[in-house]
């Protein structure tokens, strides 16, 4: 149990346009759901925190109108990332919780803005 | 914000060898878990365990939450065993995990 779906895992853009990338929890339903960004070779970085049917709530130095998120349902949250640019290049990681503290994580989208 | 450092930073093994992994934390936590990332990116749960000893196979962890740390026992490394291990932690009612740095683990044949 407690599987978490990514879609895409892997997008190439071009600079300035908006790629969405969708996080799902398939056999429990999450209250809250987290966005990460790693970077190559190093931790992972939390973004921002997203609930259902409230306004996410973003990490200090994370821009909230570039990186829009929408958690429209118990089982989907996704991010998009507007007018991308190539520093905006990384692999991005959503996590769902369960009923208590453990969460789970999707297996990461891989964003390439040319 | 609470710290979490991880050590080591780099392990190399030689197949069928054990290790220890350890996670440090600077403030009292109601979440831990440890993760291994494999080649492609994915996180999986290894452990949940704000406290106590848990096992599962060749892997076990302890949490001493008083003294605030955390240890992952790997034994009879297996070349599959290669990848990132971290360490997350929580200490409020936000859920937020906050990660350590990882250990990045090579088993070598």
């Known amino acids: 149990g407690a599987v978490v779906s990514q879609h895409p895992s892997r997008v190439i853009c071009k600079s300035g346009t908006s790629v969405k990338i969708e996080c799902r929890s398939l056999?429990?339903?999450?209250?809250?759901m987290f966005w990460y960004r790693q970077f190559p070779k190093k931790s992972l970085m939390l973004m921002a925190t997203?609930?259902?049917?409230?306004?996410?709530?973003?990490e200090q130095g994370v821009e909230k109108d570039k990186f829009l998120i929408n958690h429209a349902s118990l089982t989907l949250s996704t991010l998009t990332v507007t007018s991308a640019h190539p520093e905006d290049s990384s692999f991005y990681i959503c996590?769902?919780?369960?009923?208590?503290?453990?969460?789970?994580f999707g297996p990461g989208t891989r964003l390439t803005v040319t | 914000g609470i710290q979490v450092e991880q050590s080591p930073p780099d392990l190399i093994l030689q197949e069928g060898a054990n290790s220890t992994l350890r996670c440090n934390f600077s403030?009292?936590?109601?979440?831990l878990q440890w993760f291994h990332q494999n080649p492609w990116g994915q996180l999986i749960n290894l452990f949940y365990i704000p406290s106590g000893t848990k096992q599962n196979g060749r892997l076990s962890a302890t949490t001493v939450a008083t003294e605030r740390y955390s240890l992952l026992y790997i034994s009879s490394s297996q070349t599959t065993d290669s990848g990132v291990y971290f360490c997350?932690?929580?200490?409020?009612?936000?859920?937020?995990?906050?990660f350590g740095s990882g250990t990045r683990l090579l088993v070598r044949p």
């Open positions: 997350a932690v929580g200490g409020d009612s936000s859920y937020k995990l906050i």
């Open positions: 056999d429990f339903q999450a209250t809250t």
């Open positions: 403030d009292s936590v109601n979440n």
């Open positions: 997203s609930n259902e049917g409230s306004k996410a709530t973003y």
């Open positions: 996590s769902a919780r369960v009923a208590s503290f453990e969460q789970y």
